[in-house]
């Protein structure tokens, strides 16, 4: 069982910067992958950003150059960081960790509003 524990979000203007943060009660460096996924009320879970233990990244072309996700092994921590944030950005972020089998976090709320 993999504990996984988000946070860092909150209320920003647009324009503004968040970094969220993931941190694990075991060692990422065994995981597949890591991602972040959000879910804004009446849509579906979406994939943000994901690195593989590789290193290789990937992103969702609506936050493409605004958003960075990066993982610090010996911390176990997964982060990302997200500039230049949107009102459209606003929703649930969840922390995903890809073992044998797949962990979700409890979720942190960002809201981008003036």
């Known amino acids: 069982q993999v504990q996984l524990v988000e946070s860092g979000g909150g209320l920003v203007q647009p324009g503004g910067s968040l970094r969220l943060s993931c941190a694990a009660s075991q060692s990422i460096s065994r995981a597949y992958a890591m991602g972040w996924y959000r879910q804004a009320p009446g849509n579906q879970r979406e994939l943000v950003a994901a690195?593989?233990?590789?290193?290789?990244?990937n992103y969702a072309d609506s936050v493409k150059g605004r958003f960075t996700i990066s993982r610090d092994n010996a911390k176990n921590t997964v982060y990302l960081q997200m500039n230049n944030l949107k009102p459209e950005d606003t929703a649930v972020y969840y922390c995903?960790?890809?073992?044998?089998?797949?962990?979700w976090g409890q979720g942190t709320q960002v809201t981008v509003s003036s």
């Open positions: 995903n960790a890809r073992f044998a089998i797949g962990y």
């Open positions: 690195i593989t233990s590789g290193g290789n990244t």
